[in-house]
């Protein structure tokens, strides 16, 4: 196949999932044809990707498409380009494989629900806003597929009527997110100012070593703008709230897909258009907020009681792992990032998807509601243990290999600079995982272990149109745990290349030479781009996580204080335990597996949920004074 056939593929890809939203419109509630386009809508997109995986992972091209054909005359950038490298296509993959799964499932998923025709052209300007982002080569157009993905998003989050949330929880998505989306449309005004241009790879030749206080503000707004967009902390967790009320195929693309995009943002940002990440501020920063994060995020997912809220502090969380990486600026922890990035995708996906099967065969995701499912529904519970293995790291599953690279990452980054640190990282890091498996022992147990909860006899498994893109992701979860290689050396492995250099992404745009003679200096790589690894499967890997594990255990133990114990004597009314020892009281509670380590942590839970307070005017607050504390920072250490 010649370069000039497969040049338009990326351009078809998105063209096909904007043409499918206005046929499904079209045809309106005609069922059959709809499914149809929708279906044949993602999975061409899907197939034209997967058709780019050997011209630009493996033989290392980058596909140019200049819209119009309005190619750069005399080194100036006139037209729209859609540009895709390795890092486009890694996360263009990503974007289309959960797309394609999410709406074979929505199919019979939806079929409760009315107004299904919009909820088809909603899902598809959705997936090819997404789509546009990540594969378009121009600053401004990223920003519109920004703003049709948000309120597509919005639009799908308020989709079900009957929820008395699903309204609340659009409105809260909308505005908090427009301040993403004005936070990203004033930086890209301020770039355009200085460069005069909105090409991407002009903007990399142009912008580093000219940072100048216009410069540094368009950043930080950048910065923050993508970082909202992708749920971080310190902006609000808005996500639990949209997550909680939007259909659970709509979940997988907000969790899996939409939170990539302010990944995407981050990188193209920080490595490519700024080159800022060669920065030891600019790291700190990324770690700190990706350690906060993850660890704010997997407490709060241990306090919730509804299973989809749940997953949705978990995704911030595990968003925390990639960003913390990706600070690193070293080739592993580039490599550890993206690799979790894409199993974070599958395996939480495969998690919204038991979800919403468990929602669709009993009504409701309630966790006291719940109890004993693994008896009425044994399909959707070993598919629930894929994921939540998966997640929590466990081998031999996909999450176990990339936290294992992050781990790694982490603690030669404390043995490269000597910081004690990014040591701690590495602690916090193991402790969340911890803290993560826990927390899916407390859905396990409540939702599909135990007695059976009453009213829940007639619940089964749910249809096969349900379960297929389920077991696909599954299957997905264990090759990509079971074969690293192969997902390092044609996929992980050229993405990685394609973020630390620059330069090729630049000079195919803008033409031989052109990267060396704007950048001069500043044409090196940040750093080397060896990637080495003991290896996840080596008995010296295993002793280093025991210690580290041990550390963790430590770590926890320094934060909670031994209850005081009272004799049985001095009051009858509590249950005693005897065992040989001096009679005293049981610290357990039937009610809840995880009482002890609320009542332990009940300052910080508490503060935690009285920030949270569901109230749209505190979450503006909230995420201006994010913004506000991000564009200092970057004011202070960067100028």
Same mark, same amino acid.
């Given at each position: 196949?010649?370069?000039?056939?497969?040049?338009?593929?990326?351009?078809?890809?998105?063209?096909?999932?904007?043409?499918?939203?206005?046929?499904?419109?079209?045809?309106?509630?005609?069922?059959?044809?709809?499914?149809?386009?929708?279906?044949?809508?993602?999975?061409?997109?899907?197939?034209?990707?997967?058709?780019?995986?050997?011209?630009?992972?493996?033989?290392?091209?980058?596909?140019?498409?200049?819209?119009?054909?309005?190619?750069?005359?005399?080194?100036?950038?006139?037209?729209?380009?859609?540009?895709?490298?390795?890092?486009?296509?890694?996360?263009?993959?990503?974007?289309?494989?959960?797309?394609?799964?999410?709406?074979?499932?929505?199919?019979?998923?939806?079929?409760?629900?009315?107004?299904?025709?919009? *909820?088809?052209?909603?899902?598809?300007?959705?997936?090819?806003?997404?789509?546009?982002?990540?594969?378009?080569?121009?600053? *401004?157009?990223?920003?519109?597929?920004?703003?049709?993905?948000?309120?597509?998003?919005?639009?799908?989050?308020?989709?079900? #009527?009957?929820?008395?949330?699903?309204?609340?929880?659009?409105?809260?998505?909308?505005?908090?997110?427009?301040?993403?989306?004005?936070?990203?449309?004033?930086?890209?005004?301020?770039?355009?100012?200085?460069?005069?241009?909105?090409?991407?790879?002009?903007?990399?030749?142009?912008?580093?070593?000219?940072?100048?206080?216009?410069?540094?503000?368009?950043?930080?707004?950048?910065?923050?703008?993508?970082?909202?967009?992708?749920?971080?902390?310190?902006?609000?967790?808005?996500?639990?709230?949209?997550?909680?009320?939007?259909?659970?195929?709509?979940?997988?693309?907000?969790?899996?897909?939409?939170?990539?995009?302010?990944?995407?943002?981050?990188?193209?940002?920080?490595?490519?258009?700024?080159?800022?990440?060669?920065?030891?501020?600019?790291?700190?920063?990324?770690?700190?907020?990706?350690?906060?994060?993850?660890?704010?995020?997997?407490?709060?997912?241990?306090?919730?009681?509804?299973?989809?809220?749940?997953?949705?502090?978990?995704?911030?969380?595990?968003?925390?792992?990639?960003?913390?990486?990706?600070?690193?600026?070293?080739?592993?922890?580039?490599?550890?990032?993206?690799?979790?990035?894409?199993?974070?995708?599958?395996?939480?996906?495969?998690?919204?998807?038991?979800?919403?099967?468990?929602?669709?065969?009993?009504?409701? #995701?309630?966790?006291?509601?719940?109890?004993?499912?693994?008896?009425?529904?044994?399909?959707?519970?070993?598919?629930?243990?894929?994921?939540?293995?998966?997640?929590?790291?466990?081998?031999?599953?996909?999450?176990?290999?990339?936290?294992?690279?992050?781990?790694?990452?982490? *603690?030669?980054?404390?043995?490269?600079?000597?910081?004690?640190?990014?040591?701690?990282?590495?602690?916090?890091?193991?402790?969340?995982?911890?803290?993560?498996?826990?927390?899916?022992?407390?859905?396990?147990?409540?939702? *599909?272990?135990?007695?059976?909860?009453?009213?829940?006899?007639?619940?089964?498994?749910?249809?096969?149109?349900?379960?297929?893109?389920?077991?696909?992701?599954?299957?997905?979860?264990?090759?990509?745990?079971?074969?690293?290689?192969?997902?390092?050396?044609?996929?992980?492995?050229?993405?990685?290349?394609?973020?630390?250099?620059?330069?090729?992404?630049?000079?195919?745009?803008?033409?031989?030479?052109?990267?060396?003679?704007?950048?001069?200096?500043?044409?090196?790589?940040?750093?080397?781009?060896?990637?080495?690894?003991?290896?996840?499967?080596?008995?010296?890997?295993?002793?280093?996580?025991?210690?580290?594990?041990?550390?963790?255990?430590?770590?926890?133990?320094?934060?909670?204080?031994?209850?005081?114990?009272?004799?049985?004597?001095?009051?009858?009314?509590?249950?005693?335990?005897?065992?040989?020892?001096?009679?005293?009281?049981?610290?357990?509670?039937?009610?809840?597996?995880?009482?002890?380590?609320?009542?332990?942590?009940?300052?910080?839970?508490?503060?935690?949920?009285?920030?949270?307070?569901?109230?749209?005017?505190?979450?503006?607050?909230?995420?201006?004074?994010?913004?506000?504390?991000?564009?200092?920072?970057?004011?202070?250490?960067?100028?």
């Amino acid at each position: 196949m010649t370069y000039d056939v497969y040049m338009h593929f990326p351009v078809i890809a998105i063209m096909t999932l904007f043409v499918g939203a206005f046929l499904v419109t079209l045809v309106g509630k005609h069922e059959t044809a709809r499914n149809v386009i929708s279906g044949a809508a993602v999975i061409i997109s899907l197939a034209l990707l997967c058709l780019l995986i050997k011209p630009v992972m493996i033989d290392n091209e980058i596909i140019v498409y200049w819209m119009g054909n309005r190619v750069p005359v005399e080194g100036y950038a006139i037209g729209i380009a859609i540009e895709v490298d390795a890092v486009s296509l890694f996360f263009g993959l990503l974007v289309t494989i959960a797309v394609a799964l999410s709406c074979i499932y929505s199919f019979q998923y939806i079929k409760q629900d009315d107004a299904r025709g919009s *909820f088809f052209t909603l899902f598809l300007m959705l997936s090819g806003g997404v789509l546009g982002i990540v594969l378009s080569g121009d600053l *401004f157009n990223i920003y519109v597929m920004l703003e049709v993905m948000t309120f597509a998003a919005v639009g799908l989050t308020a989709f079900r #009527t009957w929820n008395p949330n699903a309204r609340e929880a659009a409105f809260k998505y909308l505005v908090v997110g427009s301040i993403g989306s004005t936070c990203a449309l004033l930086g890209v005004a301020l770039v355009y100012a200085q460069c005069h241009t909105l090409n991407l790879a002009q903007i990399s030749a142009i912008l580093p070593g000219n940072m100048n206080p216009t410069m540094v503000l368009a950043f930080a707004l950048l910065f923050a703008g993508f970082g909202c967009k992708s749920f971080m902390f310190p902006f609000p967790p808005i996500a639990a709230d949209a997550h909680g009320a939007a259909p659970s195929s709509v979940s997988v693309l907000i969790s899996g897909v939409f939170t990539k995009t302010g990944v995407y943002g981050i990188i193209r940002v920080c490595y490519f258009l700024f080159r800022t990440m060669g920065l030891t501020s600019i790291q700190t920063l990324l770690v700190v907020i990706g350690c906060l994060s993850m660890f704010v995020c997997v407490t709060m997912a241990l306090n919730q009681h509804d299973f989809k809220r749940l997953l949705a502090f978990h995704s911030i969380s595990q968003i925390g792992y990639i960003l913390t990486s990706l600070g690193l600026c070293t080739a592993l922890g580039i490599a550890g990032g993206l690799y979790h990035a894409i199993n974070h995708t599958l395996f939480k996906g495969l998690l919204f998807l038991t979800a919403g099967s468990v929602l669709y065969a009993t009504g409701t #995701t309630y966790l006291e509601k719940l109890g004993g499912l693994a008896r009425k529904m044994p399909r959707t519970t070993v598919l629930f243990l894929v994921g939540a293995f998966s997640i929590s790291g466990i081998p031999p599953f996909n999450g176990f290999y990339s936290k294992w690279m992050i781990y790694q990452a982490t *603690f030669e980054k404390a043995a490269e600079t000597g910081s004690v640190g990014y040591a701690l990282v590495t602690v916090i890091c193991v402790v969340t995982s911890v803290l993560t498996l826990a927390s899916f022992v407390k859905v396990g147990h409540s939702v *599909f272990f135990g007695q059976l909860a009453p009213g829940l006899e007639n619940a089964k498994d749910p249809p096969l149109g349900m379960r297929i893109p389920m077991w696909i992701m599954a299957a997905l979860c264990a090759f990509t745990g079971l074969f690293p290689n192969v997902m390092m050396n044609y996929i992980i492995g050229p993405a990685v290349n394609a973020v630390y250099n620059t330069i090729p992404y630049i000079d195919v745009a803008m033409g031989e030479g052109y990267a060396a003679a704007q950048l001069g200096e500043n044409a090196l790589p940040l750093f080397s781009g060896q990637m080495w690894s003991i290896g996840a499967w080596q008995p010296l890997s295993w002793l280093l996580l025991f210690v580290i594990a041990l550390a963790a255990i430590f770590l926890v133990s320094l934060t909670g204080r031994p209850n005081r114990t009272v004799s049985c004597e001095n009051d009858s009314k509590h249950a005693v335990f005897f065992g040989g020892e001096e009679a005293q009281y049981s610290h357990a509670s039937g009610g809840d597996l995880f009482w002890g380590f609320k009542h332990t942590m009940r300052r910080y839970l508490g503060f935690a949920s009285r920030v949270h307070t569901g109230v749209t005017n505190d979450y503006v607050l909230w995420g201006v004074t994010a913004l506000a504390v991000i564009v200092a920072y970057c004011f202070v250490f960067m100028l």
